[in-house]
C-alpha cells in the first residue's frame, strides 16, 4: 500500500500522467494543485483507495473533493462486519461488546436472529454497520477472513497472518459428575486418563470402574483447542456443545472431560495438581498471569488490509475497561489489571522453600523474599514462544497494555519491577542469568513500543533464576510456567497517598 506524500517531481509526475480516458473518480485535491484519476477500490469514511496508472493509492478523503459517477456518498458508509468462529464463545460475547461499543458513542444497536444486529444512527436513522456471525472450524474460518469471505475470526489460537487481538481468557477445567468423590488429580494422570493410556479409576487411586471420556464432537473451536493442549482424547461420547458436554458429565458418575470454566454448568470442577502436587488454581490472577497452565486466550483476527473505520474503532474498543466488563459479564476472565500482594499466595513462597534445590542458597532465597515484601503483583506477565526469544502473541498484547497503562499515569507513584525467573533445568548461575536476560527483552521491547516513555518511567530490571517455583520442572508445561517475567509494583517512600 502506498501513500500520497510530498515532493515536487512527483506531483509534477502525477499531474503530467492524468489519464485522458474516461475514469470513475477524479480526486482533486482542495487547493487544485493535484488531481488523481482512477477507478475507486474502497472508501471508509477516512479514506480513498483508488487503483491508477501508478498503482493502488490511498488519499485522505479530507483532502480532496471527488467527482465522478463512482464517488461514495460522503456520508458515513455501511460497515458489514461477518465473524466466523466460535460458536459458543460468539452466542455469549459478540453481542454485548458491539452493544456496548455503540452505547458508548450514542449509536443505537438492534439485535436479529442467527447472531445478526445492526448499529444504525439514532439521529438520522442511517444503519452503519450490519453484523453476522456463522459457526466453523478455525482453519476453514481464517481461510474466510484471508479471502475476505469473512471480517472476523473469532477462536482460543491466535490465527497466522492476522492481527490478533486478545478479548479474553477462558480456562480450562476437569470436570467429573457431582457424586464423584475422586478429590483431586494430577496433570499427568488427567493426560493419561484423556487419552486412553489409564482406563480406571483405581488406577488413579479411586474405585474399580472404567473412566468414560467425554469430549466436544470435532469440528468446533474449543474441541481444537483442547486437542492442541492435551492432545487427542481417547475414544468416548462426543457432545455437539460445551453445555450439552457438561450435563452428560454430571449424570454419569464414572466420566471425566476437560472444559472451559465458563461452561461448567452442573458438573464439578476437579482440584488439578502437577506432579510434584503443587496445586494449579484456575484463581483469576492466575488465569490472567497465564499460571493457571490451561488457559486460552480467547481472539478476534482480522485481516491486514485496511478495515472500515468503524471496525477499526471497535477493534480499539476492545481494550477498555467497558468491553472488558462484558467479557468478565459473559463468563470469560477478563484482560483488566488484576493486583495481589506479593506475600498473600503462600503457596509461592512454601514452595519456594520447598523446592529450592541444593544451588539456591539462603541468602538468595532471603533476597527473594525482601524483594517482594511490601509490593504487589501485577496480572501482566510475559512468557515467550518455545525456544525463542519473542514473546508469545498474549505476553505482546500485555506489553502494549503496559505501555497504555504507564503512559495514563496508572503507576504513579510506584516503582515497578520486571521479575525474571527460570525453570530449574541445568546450572543455577546460568538459569540466573538466563532470568535476567528475558527480563531486560522485555524492557527492551517496551522502550521500543513506546519511545516517548521516560527512564523514569521505565521498570527496572530484576532477576532470581529457578527461586520462585510455580509448576514441577519434571514436565514442559511445569517448565514453561516457570520461565517467566512478572510485573511488580512496589510503593515509593514519598508517594502521594
Known sequence: MRWITGGAAFIAALLFAVSAGAQDVSLTARDGGLVLDGQLISYDGEFYRIDTVYGGLTVAAEGVICSGPACPDLSAPLAVIR???????????????????????????????????????????????????????????????????????????????LRNRAVGLEPLVPIVAAENGF???????????????????????????????????????????????????????????????????????????????????????LP???????????????????????????????????????????????????????????????RRLGTAPLTEDGQRLLGAIRNAGPEISLPELQRLAAAMTGGQRLSLTFRFQDGSAQL???????????????????????????????????????????????ADAVRSALRTLAPDLTEAQLPKVLAFGEALPMACDTTATGRQINRRVELWAHPLANAAP
Open 392 to 438: 508469545d502473541a498474549h505476553s505482546r498484547e500485555n506489553l502494549e497494555d503496559l505501555a497504555r497503562h504507564i503512559a495514563a499515569g496508572r503507576f504513579a507513584g510506584a516503582e515497578l519491577v520486571l521479575a525474571g525467573f527460570s525453570d530449574g533445568t541445568g546450572n543455577a548461575d546460568v538459569n540466573l542469568d538466563l532470568s535476567k536476560t528475558r
Open 272 to 334: 488439578l495438581t502437577d506432579s510434584c502436587d503443587f496445586p494449579l488454581l484456575a484463581s483469576t490472577l492466575n488465569v490472567k498471569a497465564e499460571d493457571y497452565p490451561l488457559t486460552l486466550p480467547l481472539f478476534l483476527g482480522a485481516a491486514r488490509h485496511r478495515q472500515p473505520l468503524l471496525l477499526r474503532e471497535f477493534l480499539e474498543y476492545l481494550a477498555t475497561d467497558a468491553a472488558q466488563a462484558a467479557v468478565a459479564e459473559a463468563g470469560y476472565v477478563d
Open 83 to 161: 465473524v466466523v468462529g466460535a460458536g459458543d464463545a460468539a452466542a455469549r460475547l459478540l453481542h454485548p461488546l458491539f452493544q456496548g461499543f455503540a452505547a458508548g458513542r450514542g449509536l443505537r444497536f438492534v439485535a436479529g436472529q442467527g447472531g445478526e444486529a445492526e448499529i444504525s444512527d439514532p439521529a438520522t436513522g442511517q444503519t452503519l454497520a450490519k453484523i453476522s456471525f456463522a459457526a466453523m472450524p478455525p482453519d476453514m474460518a481464517k481461510t474466510e477472513v484471508l479471502a475476505r469471505k469473512a471480517t472476523l475470526v473469532l477462536g482460543f489460537e491466535a490465527a497466522g497472518n
Open 183 to 269: 478429590p483431586a488429580i494430577r496433570s499427568t494422570d488427567l493426560a493419561a486418563a484423556l487419552s486412553g493410556g489409564v482406563t480406571n479409576w483405581q488406577e488413579l487411586g479411586g474405585p474399580e470402574m472404567p473412566i468414560v471420556v467425554h469430549g466436544l464432537a470435532q469440528g468446533t473451536a474449543l474441541a481444537a483447542a483442547i486437542s492442541a493442549r492435551l492432545g487427542k482424547l481417547a475414544d468416548g461420547p462426543r457432545h455437539a456443545d460445551a453445555a450439552a458436554l457438561a450435563a452428560a458429565v454430571a449424570r454419569d458418575p464414572w466420566a471425566l472431560a476437560v472444559i472451559g470454566q465458563s461452561d461448567l454448568g452442573p458438573a464439578r470442577a
